[in-house]
């Protein structure tokens, strides 16, 4: 079964690059699309973006093309690169697994990033 | 856009509950496929998937969660509520791009 353990930076300062990474063990790296989505505190969920087994990524349009997901097969892990940060984007960021059929079956634990000058 | 209602369900454990999904655009896909979704939040946990395509149970999730619906409109029935169910529900399209959650149902214990 596909595990998802994420890390990345929790703390950033205005203007700053949130850098967040996804590590996929127990399964196949291909057969998924591979998500970030966020959840700003006491909020609903947003899809940021996804991005294929083949390396074709798609990104939500409502961050005005700041949101990069890139992926490494070979070490198994995808990442998310959000730029120019500001308080808006505070939230919890989630990794996860998607499937065309099944949705998102797979989770990560979340990263708490917080924007603070 | 997903609208979700009630916002807030508050249900005596053993009673059923149950929620609506309404989308601004039909959820057929050209493929043939309806891709909508549920997921149950439980406090300070990611959301776990509970329904998939409409009334599909993922593994592991108990048949007292059911899924119907078509097109635009799209109910999620708990048949007897059971603690552990607390939570924010969410319904999410997959259909197009963005893809997009509802704003949740929050269900409590009464």
């Known amino acids: 079964q596909v595990l998802l353990q994420q890390w990345g930076a929790g703390l950033l300062q205005p203007s700053e690059t949130l850098s967040l990474t996804c590590g996929v063990s127990g399964g196949a790296f291909s057969g998924y699309f591979w998500i970030w989505l966020r959840q700003p505190p006491g909020k609903g969920l947003e899809w940021i973006g996804e991005i294929s087994d083949s390396g074709n990524a798609k990104h939500n349009p409502s961050l005005e093309s700041r949101a990069t997901i890139s992926s490494d097969k070979s070490k198994h892990q995808f990442s998310l690169k959000l730029t120019s940060v500001t308080a808006a984007d505070t939230a919890v960021y989630y990794c996860?697994?998607?499937?065309?059929?099944?949705?998102?079956?797979?989770w990560g634990q979340g990263t708490t990033v917080t924007v603070s000058s | 856009v997903m609208t979700q209602t009630p916002l807030s369900l508050s249900v005596t454990p053993g009673q059923p509950a149950s929620m609506s999904c309404k989308s601004s655009?039909?959820?057929?896909?050209?493929?043939?496929?309806?891709?909508l979704s549920w997921y149950l939040q439980k406090p300070g946990q990611p959301p776990q998937l509970l329904i998939y395509e409409v009334s599909n149970r993922f593994s592991g999730v108990p048949d007292r969660f059911s899924g119907s619906g078509s097109g635009t409109d799209f109910t999620l029935k708990i048949s007897r509520l059971e603690a552990e169910d607390v939570g924010l529900y969410y319904c999410l399209q997959s259909t197009r791009l963005p893809y997009t959650f509802g704003q949740g149902t929050k269900v409590e214990i009464k």
């Open positions: 996860a697994t998607f499937r065309w059929r099944y949705g998102m079956e797979v």
């Open positions: 655009q039909s959820l057929l896909h050209s493929d043939g496929g309806t891709y």
